[in-house]
């Protein structure tokens, strides 16, 4: 029995043949995807609804994938972003590291290994949710708070994970 994956996704590309393809195959095996053709869009959105990946096109006109990247970091500060490109220049890959870029993909893609990284990608996502969650609540602990002052950093935790 193949497992569906409850990933949501941002795909951010302008070019809109590619976009929709991607969509519609994505939604075919389970994830839930939101498609945006710029950055701009892209920034509106997840400003709006959370995602666990953003697979963003490097080149686009207005704001390109690097400043989309970050942007999209600080909206959504455990949101990992899979950098697609046609543009396989070695100082915008570097770019996007250091914009904390979890993969670096060359168009065209293989959707096999896009779907993997996707995957990898929640994976990680995931993973640093947890790490943060058990810092946050070994902070609670150590500060031997009171019943206000554990309501109060369950607030601040339910804002992190966007549990309202």
Do not use: W
């Not at 490097?58 to 989309?68: C, N, R, S």
């Amino acid at each position: 029995m193949n497992e569906k994956p409850d990933i949501r996704v941002l795909l951010i590309d302008d070019e809109e043949t590619l976009v929709e393809y991607l969509s519609k195959r994505l939604l075919r095996e389970g994830f839930m995807v939101k498609a945006t053709f710029s950055g701009e869009e892209a920034v509106e959105v997840a400003a709006g609804e959370a995602f666990d990946v953003a697979v963003v096109d490097l080149k686009m006109p207005g704001i390109d994938g690097v400043e989309t990247q970050e942007k999209l970091k600080k909206i959504q500060p455990f949101l990992q972003s899979i950098v697609l490109t046609g543009h396989g220049a070695v100082d915008t890959a570097l770019e996007s590291g250091r914009q904390d870029a979890f993969k670096y993909l060359l168009k065209p893609i293989e959707y096999d290994n896009l779907v993997d990284t996707i995957k990898a990608a929640y994976k990680k996502k995931v993973e640093l949710q947890q790490a943060k969650f058990q810092q946050e609540v070994d902070e609670i602990y150590r500060a031997g708070m009171g019943a206000r002052g554990i309501k109060k950093a369950m607030n601040k935790l339910r804002k992190i994970y966007g549990i309202e």
